[in-house]
């Protein structure tokens, strides 16, 4: 069974500009969580998806905002980019609401110079 | 209130000996505590987990204890291996329709021969 996968693996931007990350979650699960981890730093939450919808999302800017396809496949965006944003972003997976288990990919790390 | 303590920050542990981590949390809403392991370059993976309605679950050499009146839990890892080395993250997490998991920092555990 494939696991969560990410694309890219890496990217680099400058600041301002806009970046966008994907992620497909396990066949099966329709619940995807996105995460942030800085260098050195646990993971912050950023948003939760659910069939389609947005129900929950983590203490960052607007600028950051995603959404979930109909193949509960999910992309994160991260618009004007600031220096700060540097970081390895996490997606996970599980098979939805009212289920624990979340299941990482292998994450898209985001530098920003 | 939704903070969760992990220590030590690093640990240095001989093969053959007993890993511990611990970590308390402040949410009495939590119900749901697992244990993830990240190596390097890798998303975090899910290695145990417990609810507080028991006070210890195991699995092979690695043990959750779990004190609710303290808000307290730990990670236990016997007879250690080198291929234990790597970095521990605890969370929790509830099932309110909020799903979603507030990590701690993590332990960057460190196994020699």
């Known amino acids: 069974e494939a696991g969560v996968t990410q694309s890219p693996t890496h990217l680099i931007k400058t600041r301002g500009q806009q970046a966008t990350l994907r992620c497909s979650p396990i066949?099966?699960?329709?619940?995807v969580y996105w995460y942030q981890q800085a260098l050195g730093l646990g993971l912050q939450f950023l948003l939760w998806?659910?069939?389609?919808?947005?129900?929950n999302r983590g203490n960052f800017p607007p600028r950051f905002s995603g959404r979930q396809f109909p193949n509960y496949s999910s992309e994160l965006n991260v618009n004007a980019l600031e220096l700060e944003d540097s970081a390895l972003y996490l997606c996970?997976?599980?098979?939805?609401?009212?289920?624990?288990?979340?299941?990482f990919g292998p994450g898209t790390r985001l530098t920003v110079l | 209130q939704q903070q969760v303590k992990q220590s030590p920050q690093s640990l240095i542990v001989q093969k053959g000996g007993i890993s511990i981590i611990n970590c308390a949390y402040e949410?009495?809403?939590?119900?749901?505590f697992p244990w993830y392991q990240q190596f390097p370059g890798k998303g975090p993976a899910l290695l145990i987990a417990?609810?507080?309605?028991?006070s210890e679950k195991k699995e092979g050499r690695f043990t959750i204890s779990f004190n609710k009146s303290a808000k307290q839990f730990s990670l236990h890892i016997m007879d250690s291996q080198p291929g234990d080395s790597a970095t521990y993250f605890c969370?929790?997490?509830?099932?309110?329709?909020?799903?979603?998991?507030?990590f701690g920092t993590g332990t960057r555990l460190t196994i020699i021969p």
């Open positions: 996970a997976s599980s098979l939805g609401v009212g289920t624990d288990t979340q299941y």
């Open positions: 417990i609810r507080p309605d028991v």
């Open positions: 066949s099966g699960h329709t619940s």
């Open positions: 969370a929790a997490g509830s099932n309110f329709g909020n799903e979603k998991l507030t």
């Open positions: 998806y659910d069939e389609g919808e947005e129900r």
């Open positions: 949410n009495t809403a939590f119900d749901y």
